[in-house]
Protein backbone atom coordinates (compact mmCIF):
# COMPACT_ATOMS: atom_id res chain seq x y z
CA UNK A 1 0.00 0.00 0.00
CA UNK A 2 2.08 3.57 -0.64
CA UNK A 3 0.22 5.44 2.54
CA UNK A 4 2.42 2.50 4.21
CA UNK A 5 5.89 2.99 1.88
CA UNK A 6 5.23 6.96 2.39
CA UNK A 7 5.07 6.30 6.02
CA UNK A 8 8.32 4.55 6.42
CA UNK A 9 9.69 7.43 3.96
CA UNK A 10 8.54 10.35 5.79
CA UNK A 11 9.88 8.95 9.74
CA UNK A 12 13.26 8.91 8.22
CA UNK A 13 12.93 12.24 6.70
CA UNK A 14 10.40 13.83 9.35
CA UNK A 15 13.57 12.09 12.43
CA UNK A 16 9.97 10.50 14.01
CA UNK A 17 9.93 10.84 17.85
CA UNK A 18 7.48 10.83 20.49
CA UNK A 19 6.98 12.76 23.93
CA UNK A 20 9.30 11.62 26.34
CA UNK A 21 8.26 9.98 29.41
CA UNK A 22 10.64 11.50 31.58
CA UNK A 23 9.05 15.12 30.75
CA UNK A 24 6.62 17.05 32.09
CA UNK A 25 2.82 15.59 31.68
CA UNK A 26 1.82 19.43 30.67
CA UNK A 27 4.40 19.53 28.11
CA UNK A 28 3.83 15.87 26.98
CA UNK A 29 0.05 16.87 26.73
CA UNK A 30 1.01 20.20 24.69
CA UNK A 31 3.26 18.14 22.45
CA UNK A 32 0.65 16.01 21.78
CA UNK A 33 -1.98 18.63 21.31
CA UNK A 34 0.16 20.53 18.93
CA UNK A 35 0.36 17.43 16.90
CA UNK A 36 -3.45 16.12 16.53
CA UNK A 37 -4.04 20.25 15.82
CA UNK A 38 -2.19 20.27 12.95
CA UNK A 39 -3.79 20.70 9.26
CA UNK A 40 -1.60 19.97 6.76
CA UNK A 41 -1.65 22.48 3.25
CA UNK A 42 -0.95 22.59 0.19
CA UNK A 43 1.33 25.33 1.05
CA UNK A 44 3.39 23.43 3.80
CA UNK A 45 3.16 19.99 1.42
CA UNK A 46 4.97 22.16 -1.31
CA UNK A 47 7.73 23.35 0.76
CA UNK A 48 8.57 19.74 2.40
CA UNK A 49 8.70 18.92 -1.25
CA UNK A 50 11.45 21.76 -1.47
CA UNK A 51 13.21 20.55 1.35
CA UNK A 52 13.67 16.97 0.64
CA UNK A 53 15.18 17.90 -2.74
CA UNK A 54 17.19 20.41 -1.22
CA UNK A 55 18.66 17.71 0.86
CA UNK A 56 19.29 15.17 -1.98
CA UNK A 57 20.83 17.57 -3.97
CA UNK A 58 23.10 18.28 -0.50
CA UNK A 59 23.70 14.35 -0.61
CA UNK A 60 24.67 14.11 -3.92
CA UNK A 61 26.99 16.99 -4.02
CA UNK A 62 28.68 15.40 -0.38
CA UNK A 63 28.13 12.18 0.28
CA UNK A 64 29.86 12.70 3.61
CA UNK A 65 26.68 14.04 4.62
CA UNK A 66 24.51 10.91 4.43
CA UNK A 67 26.79 9.45 6.97
CA UNK A 68 26.58 12.38 8.78
CA UNK A 69 22.97 12.91 8.69
CA UNK A 70 21.98 9.50 9.31
CA UNK A 71 24.52 9.50 13.12
CA UNK A 72 22.01 12.35 14.04
CA UNK A 73 18.61 11.48 12.82
CA UNK A 74 18.59 8.27 15.08
CA UNK A 75 14.86 8.06 16.19
CA UNK A 76 14.73 9.23 19.64
CA UNK A 77 11.92 9.29 22.54
CA UNK A 78 12.01 13.33 22.82
CA UNK A 79 9.71 16.04 23.22
CA UNK A 80 8.83 18.18 20.15
CA UNK A 81 11.47 21.27 21.57
CA UNK A 82 14.20 18.29 21.81
CA UNK A 83 13.42 17.10 17.94
CA UNK A 84 13.29 20.43 16.91
CA UNK A 85 16.84 21.09 18.12
CA UNK A 86 18.40 18.00 16.81
CA UNK A 87 17.20 19.49 13.21
CA UNK A 88 18.31 22.51 13.90
CA UNK A 89 21.77 21.09 15.04
CA UNK A 90 22.03 19.90 11.15
CA UNK A 91 23.46 22.71 9.48
CA UNK A 92 22.18 21.82 5.74
CA UNK A 93 18.93 20.47 6.94
CA UNK A 94 18.27 23.19 9.22
CA UNK A 95 19.44 25.74 6.16
CA UNK A 96 17.29 23.50 3.60
CA UNK A 97 14.11 23.95 5.76
CA UNK A 98 14.70 27.73 6.27
CA UNK A 99 15.28 27.98 2.26
CA UNK A 100 11.95 26.54 2.04
CA UNK A 101 10.05 29.08 4.17
CA UNK A 102 9.62 27.07 7.15
CA UNK A 103 10.94 27.04 10.71
CA UNK A 104 12.43 23.43 11.81
CA UNK A 105 9.28 23.24 14.39
CA UNK A 106 6.54 23.56 11.65
CA UNK A 107 9.24 21.12 9.51
CA UNK A 108 8.60 18.42 12.06
CA UNK A 109 5.54 18.73 13.20
CA UNK A 110 4.34 19.18 9.41
CA UNK A 111 6.15 15.37 8.80
CA UNK A 112 4.62 14.58 11.92
CA UNK A 113 1.18 15.18 10.84
CA UNK A 114 2.18 13.62 7.61
CA UNK A 115 2.99 10.42 9.13
CA UNK A 116 0.11 10.23 11.78
CA UNK A 117 -2.50 10.78 9.12
CA UNK A 118 -0.93 7.82 7.27
CA UNK A 119 -0.94 5.55 10.32
CA UNK A 120 -4.77 7.16 11.52
CA UNK A 121 -5.37 5.91 7.26
CA UNK A 122 -4.29 2.22 8.16
CA UNK A 123 -6.45 2.02 11.67
CA UNK A 124 -9.95 -0.09 11.55
CA UNK A 125 -11.21 1.70 13.74
CA UNK A 126 -10.73 5.62 13.18
CA UNK A 127 -13.93 6.43 15.49
CA UNK A 128 -11.21 8.36 18.00
CA UNK A 129 -8.91 9.41 15.30
CA UNK A 130 -9.31 14.20 16.03
CA UNK A 131 -11.00 16.18 12.86
CA UNK A 132 -7.52 17.71 12.15
CA UNK A 133 -6.16 14.25 11.68
CA UNK A 134 -9.13 13.19 9.53
CA UNK A 135 -8.69 16.42 7.44
CA UNK A 136 -5.01 15.43 7.00
CA UNK A 137 -6.36 11.76 6.12
CA UNK A 138 -8.48 13.40 3.71
CA UNK A 139 -5.27 15.81 2.22
CA UNK A 140 -3.28 12.53 2.06
CA UNK A 141 -5.97 11.21 -0.33
CA UNK A 142 -6.40 14.04 -2.13
CA UNK A 143 -2.57 15.15 -2.90
CA UNK A 144 -1.72 11.39 -3.64
CA UNK A 145 0.23 12.36 -6.60
CA UNK A 146 2.52 14.75 -5.03
CA UNK A 147 3.50 12.48 -1.63
CA UNK A 148 4.26 9.37 -4.82
CA UNK A 149 7.04 12.17 -5.72
CA UNK A 150 8.09 12.75 -2.26
CA UNK A 151 8.05 9.04 -1.68
CA UNK A 152 10.04 8.21 -5.06
CA UNK A 153 12.68 11.47 -3.93
CA UNK A 154 12.50 10.14 0.21
CA UNK A 155 13.68 6.32 -1.74
CA UNK A 156 16.32 7.97 -3.52
CA UNK A 157 17.60 9.82 -0.35
CA UNK A 158 18.07 6.87 1.37
CA UNK A 159 19.54 5.05 -1.29
CA UNK A 160 22.46 7.43 -1.32
CA UNK A 161 22.31 7.65 2.13
CA UNK A 162 22.88 3.28 2.44
CA UNK A 163 25.23 4.32 -0.83
CA UNK A 164 27.79 6.36 1.24
CA UNK A 165 27.30 4.78 4.67
CA UNK A 166 28.46 1.17 2.66
CA UNK A 167 31.57 3.20 1.46
CA UNK A 168 32.24 4.62 4.70
CA UNK A 169 32.30 1.58 6.41
CA UNK A 170 34.32 0.23 3.53
CA UNK A 171 36.72 2.79 3.93
CA UNK A 172 37.19 2.66 7.81
CA UNK A 173 37.36 -1.10 7.10
CA UNK A 174 40.26 -0.68 4.78
CA UNK A 175 41.87 1.49 6.99
CA UNK A 176 42.01 -0.99 9.92
CA UNK A 177 43.10 -3.62 7.61
CA UNK A 178 46.14 -1.54 6.49
CA UNK A 179 47.37 -1.16 10.00
CA UNK A 180 50.38 -2.94 11.46
CA UNK A 181 49.73 -5.47 13.70
CA UNK A 182 50.02 -4.35 17.43
CA UNK A 183 48.96 -1.07 16.64
CA UNK A 184 45.66 -0.12 18.70
CA UNK A 185 42.91 -0.49 16.59
Known amino acids: MK ?9 GLVLFAAPSPAGAKSKNDAD ?23 IYASIKADPGLAT ?8 GNESLDQSVRRIE ?10 KA ?25 QGNVPA ?8 LKTHEAELTQMQKVSSDIKAE ?13 D ?3 DKPAGENR
Open 175 to 177: TAE
Open 101 to 125: GLTPREFFVAGMALAQAAFASMARD
Open 161 to 173: TDKATAKAKKEQA
Open 68 to 75: RYEKKTAL
Open 32 to 54: LAELQNYRLTERVLKKLAQVQDS
Open 89 to 98: SIPELKEAIV
Open 3 to 11: IRSLTAALA
Open 132 to 139: AVRANMSF
